[in-house]
T-cell receptor, first 117, second 112 residues
Framework: GAVVSQHPSRVICKSGTSVKIECRSL??????MFWYRQFPKQSLMLMAT?????????EQGVEKDKFLINHASLTLSTLTVTSAHPEDSSFYIC?????????????FGPGTRLTVT | AQSVTQPDIHITVSEGASLELRCNYS??????LFWYVQSPGQGLQLLLK??????LVQGIKGFEAEFKRSQSSFNLRKPSVHWSDAAEYFC??????????FGAGTRLTVKP
């Protein structure tokens, strides 16, 4: 099956700094990618939809100036957490839809654990 | 928009016992249904999916799920649970536009 990678898998940063998380589709192209956030012992919440060649679409309540998304190519989307604070500490997961015209399915990355100190 | 309810936050079963995890969905069109498993600190692993056809779906690790349109349910089952099945289980419903929504999750504990 298709593979989605994320880098880094874990990152620790100081409060006030910015951190970038990469999401790559390794063997297929993705014009759309999705970014989710998961707090401990909670479910995945969709943050935004990353669109290649256009602006990302953010879910209600997600600050677009804080969570910058750039879909740089057909295989790469990045999420930058700007001016990070401890409350931004979370598990961030990206996904990409399966290619082709079949039923919708997403392939998930392994996730990135962000800890803001 | 679609939504998913997993009524059980936490379930404990003995090793070797049968398991059923409940999932109810709400969606106006044909649902695309998924079950994922997540071990602590790990990403999601797809157990099985339902798009159309046979309503009883077989997945990996001995899991199966049955789609019941009349009950808007997609419950996950396993006849005999192994200690390694202890994890968090998420039911999800997808739409044609790739919008996917997850349930709150059910944490499974397996007693020796």
């Amino acid at each position: 099956g298709a593979v989605v990678s994320q880098h880094p898998s874990r990152v620790i940063c100081k409060s006030g700094t910015s951190v970038k998380i990469e999401c790559r589709s390794l063997d297929f192209q993705a014009t759309t990618m999705f970014w989710y956030r998961q707090f401990p012992k909670q479910s995945l919440m969709l943050m935004a939809t990353s669109n290649e060649g256009s602006k990302a679409t953010y879910e209600q309540g997600v600050e677009k100036d804080k969570f910058l998304i750039n879909h740089a190519s057909l295989t790469l989307s990045t999420l930058t957490v700007t001016s990070a604070h401890p409350e931004d500490s979370s598990f961030y997961i990206c996904s990409a839809p399966s290619p082709g015209q079949g039923a919708p399915e997403q392939y998930f990355g392994p996730g990135t654990r962000l800890t803001v100190t | 928009a679609q939504s998913v309810t997993q009524p059980d936050i936490h379930i404990t079963v003995s090793e070797g016992a049968s398991l059923e995890l409940r999932c109810n969905y709400s969606y106006g069109a044909t649902p695309y249904l998924f079950w994922y498993v997540q071990s602590p600190g790990q990403g999601l692993q797809l157990l099985l999916k339902y798009f159309s056809g046979d309503t009883l779906v077989q997945g990996i690790k001995g899991f199966e799920a049955e789609f019941k349109r009349s009950q808007s349910s997609f419950n996950l089952r396993k006849p005999s649970v192994h200690w390694s099945d202890a994890a968090e289980y998420f039911c999800a419903v997808g739409a044609r536009n790739n919008d996917m929504r997850f349930g709150a999750g059910t944490r499974l504990t397996v007693k020796p």
